[in-house]
């Protein structure tokens, strides 16, 4: 990959951090467990505010490497600790009427997450 290029990747990948971070505050800060996002703006967010992006072309030029996307769930446990993981995969998963999981089943929750990872991953 070009300096250019991957110069103006890691820019635009700043401007869409900044853009995941506030989102994902505005989130947490608005959240409501009977008016809970959706996954899919859930994931909208997420794939900004994980700050993969500004590094992603870097690490590619410089090391060829790709950045996995599961962390949503080996940090599941220390989130919900925290502050409840109220924007979290797993979390949103169980609270989007799309994927008919049953409110606190955690498990169920996880292994949807883990499905959709893999499917993920088989479409590239």
Known sequence: ME???CF???IAGDVLLAEGV???ALDREQYD???TISLEAYLATRRKSIGA???HDLALWTWQLE???AEDIYSYRKEYLEDGAKHDHVTVA???PKTSLKLGDIQAAIDYTAKEFVDTL???
């Open 3 to 5: 300096h250019a290029d």
């Open 8 to 10: 103006f990747n890691y």
């Open 22 to 24: 506030v989102q994902e």
């Open 33 to 35: 467990e009977n008016n």
């Open 53 to 55: 992006l500004p590094f």
């Open 67 to 69: 950045l996995p996307d």
């Open 94 to 96: 169980m609270h989007d």
């Open 122 to 124: 088989a479409q590239l």
